[in-house]
T-cell receptor, first 114, second 110 residues
Framework: DVKVTQSSRYLVKRTGEKVFLECVQDMDHENMFWYRQDPGLGLRLIYFSYDVKMKEKGDIPEGYSVSREKKERFSLILESASTNQTSMYLC?????????????FGPGTRLLVL | SQQGEEDPQALSIQEGENATMNCSYKTSINNLQWYRQNSGRGLVHLILIRSNEREKHSGRLRVTLDTSKKSSSLLITASRAADTASYFCATDTSNYKLTFGKGTLLTVNP
């Protein structure tokens, strides 16, 4: 079975802190994604990566950056956390580049920025 | 409105009844997928239907796709309390990306 793990289930940070969210997948997938999920807004794509060291902006990249140094690991970075970044963050991976097939999700990280 | 909108937003039924959720989208697609999310957890893939398919089954799930109406439906038969979750449709709006709807919250009462 595909396993996608996220470094923390719950995280509390202060405004202005630099925050790292880590995601690891164990199935040699090409694509990895970061979403945020907010009530009434559904899932929104922040960034995705289709190969090591490659990244593409999603729909809401402002205030975020990403890093993919190894195929299995995709990190989301909040350079200076703000209260409006309080949200549920979901990482996902999928096997092949191109036409989208199934995405496999991690359990999510609920981030609270005070 | 965004690509992939589910209807209704919330649905409450009794155990044993069938649950039907609908999804409408705007642009042409290669495939449409349905996902399930239990409260506070990640999403789990349920079923994928390709644009050249009209109906697909998986256990108690039945998905239909009408590309002329740009709509899909998810039917869960003989629902159980454990089916209580949010259900999302997702469309491949471009290479690499899926666009998710806002979801239908299904509550199955024992």
């Amino acid at each position: 079975d595909v396993k996608v793990t996220q470094s923390s289930r719950y995280l509390v940070k202060r405004t202005g802190e630099k925050v790292f969210l880590e995601c690891v997948q164990d199935m040699d997938h090409e694509n990895m994604f970061w979403y945020r999920q907010d009530p009434g807004l559904g899932l929104r794509l922040i960034y995705f990566s289709y190969d090591v060291k490659m990244k593409e902006k999603g729909d809401i990249p402002e205030g975020y950056s990403v890093s993919r140094e190894k195929k299995e690991r995709f990190s989301l970075i909040l350079e200076s956390a703000s209260t409006n970044q309080t949200s549920m963050y979901l990482c996902a991976s999928s096997p092949n580049a191109g036409i989208q097939e199934t995405q496999y999700f991690g359990p999510g990280t609920r981030l609270l920025v005070l | 409105s965004q690509q992939g909108e589910e209807d209704p937003q919330a649905l409450s039924i009794q155990e044993g009844e069938n649950a039907t959720m609908n999804c409408s989208y705007k642009t042409s697609i290669n495939n449409l997928q349905w996902y399930r999310q239990n409260s506070g957890r990640g999403l789990v893939h349920l079923i994928l239907i390709r644009s050249n398919e009209r109906e697909k089954h998986s256990g108690r799930l039945r998905v239909t796709l009408d590309t002329s109406k740009k709509s899909s439906s998810l039917l869960i038969t003989a629902s159980r309390a454990a089916d209580t979750a949010s259900y999302f449709c997702a469309t491949d709006t471009s290479n690499y990306k899926l666009t998710f709807g806002k979801g239908t919250l299904l509550t199955v009462n024992p």
